[in-house]
């Protein structure tokens, strides 16, 4: 993470299951599609929690379409709601 090689140090996190660093590096990042890339992944492995604690770091760098397409198509409708209501609050507070 020291020299800003994101994806690198996010794959090597994966390898040793170390989620908490896969997160904190990719919010670290702001890099939209390393923290989608990310999403997935926690998707395709059914990593639900960290699913979650992912949206919710990496919060103001996911576009609300992609967490919803992710969640809807893995079934975490419990998991990404947090994400929504935080988004609505915002957009609502803006207008």
């Known amino acids: 993470r020291i020299n800003k090689k994101w994806s690198q140090s996010i794959d090597l996190s994966k390898n040793d ?43 103001a760098h996911v576009s609300p379409d992609v967490a919803l397409e ?11 709601m947090p994400f929504f209501i935080q988004n609505m609050r915002q957009t609502h507070k803006r207008l």
Do not use: Q
């Open 17 to 59: 299951r170390m989620w908490k660093d896969c997160i904190d590096t990719a919010n670290e990042s702001t890099d939209a599609e390393i923290i989608e890339g990310l999403l997935r992944f926690f998707c395709e492995t059914s990593e639900k929690e960290c699913f979650c604690a992912a949206l919710y770091t990496c919060y």
């Open 70 to 80: 992710l969640g809807w198509l893995n079934g975490y409708h419990n998991y990404v």
